[in-house]
Structures are given as C-alpha cells and as structure tokens.
C-alpha cells in the first residue's frame, strides 16, 4: 500500500486530499506527528472499541465524507459509513486509543492524485493518504483521503471485494495516523499483521496475496 502519511508542510506521500467531512474542498488543518503508541499492539482494545461511548467514553468520533464523483459507489459497494467507522475505531483501538477524531473522505484517482501533486510532490494516484495530527499519546486525531477507485483495480487483482479494498485503506491510514510506518521490512510486517487483526475483528479474511508484502 502506497501510502505516505502527510506533515502539517506540504511535502509528504498523499494521493488525495485530506478527508474534512465539513467543508467541500478539504484541506489539512496542520499536522503535527505525534508521540505514538510502542508498535505492539493490544488485541483486548478491539473488544471494548465499540464500548467506549456506550458507557460515557469520549470515544473516537468519526466523520466520513463520500465526494460527489463516487458517491453511486457507496449503494454499488453497500459499504455504509457505520462499517467505514467501525474499521476506523477498530484500527484506533488496536494501536490503543479510545478517544479522538478521524475524518474519512473517499474519492476518485482523479481527486487523490491532484492531493498527491499538492501535499507530497507525487505525480500519480495512489490509495490512500493519511494526514496525522494529534501530539497526544492518548488522542487520536487526523484524517485520510482513500481512492475508490484505485481500490476497484486493486480488488479485482486480488479477487476480493471492493468493499474490503476500500476497508483495509481505511484501516491502514489510521494505522499510519496512530503511529505505525511501513517503509522497512520490520515495520511492513507489524503493519501487515495489524491490518490482519483489524480485518478479522470486522469478519474479513484478507486474501492470500494481501497478507503479503504487496502495499510495500
């Protein structure tokens, strides 16, 4: 997976732009990469993930925003945001926070590769762009731009669901957002296994190809 997460400067690995569910044209609001959580992961917090609020935690809040140009995908795939914020909280949980915020925005190659250009330099699409914000070792706060249609492609090489496609950029950019990086072999690993972790908590089995080193 080719993403990169992106600095509060514009010169990061980003194919689309930041997700902010508020306005129309989202921008980041100035990222500051925080002390992140050790690269062990607690499988216990993806049990109380869905808890927190319930029981009067702050919680991780989650906005998802769909743009105009794919918003037929999300009946097409019937990927609700609910699912999209499930993964989100769960990816959260797993790197150990239970409060926060993330905003999601899903796109077009078109759009992500524009965000690319801007914030990273990269002249191509790509996934997924993660944009951490939060100093706090507690407190989760970013957001992620992923492409649904570069998830199509994808998906079909993978011969999986578009669906889990998009899922898994979702959970990676959080992962990137909570603090996990994967551009050497040890840390593409601790990736690749937590991305396992999020995606069987939320009933999917990633494809045998997946659970290799293919996002790199």
Known sequence: MSNTQA??????????????????EPEPFGAIVGNAPTDQVDSSA???????????????AVDVLWDVTVEAWQDRLGLSDDRISEAVRAAAALRGFQRGHIGVRITDDVTIHEI?????????????????????PDHIEGELVASVETAQENASELGWEIANEVLLYVIHGVLHIGG??????????????????????????????????QHG
Do not use: W
């Open 180 to 213: 996990m990086d994967d551009h050497e072999a040890n840390e593409r690993a601790l990736m690749r296994d937590a991305e396992r972790e999020v995606l069987a908590h939320l009933g999917i089995q990633a494809p045998a190809v997946a659970e290799g080193d």
């Open 46 to 60: 993806l049990r109380d993930c869905a808890t927190d609020s319930a029981s009067g935690g702050a919680g991780v």
């Open 116 to 136: 690319n250009v801007r914030h990273l330099s990269h002249d191509y699409p790509t996934d997924v762009i993660s944009f951490p914000y939060s100093d706090d």
């Open 7 to 24: 600095n509060s400067q514009p010169e990061t690995d980003s194919k689309s732009q930041p997700a902010s569910p508020d306005i129309e």
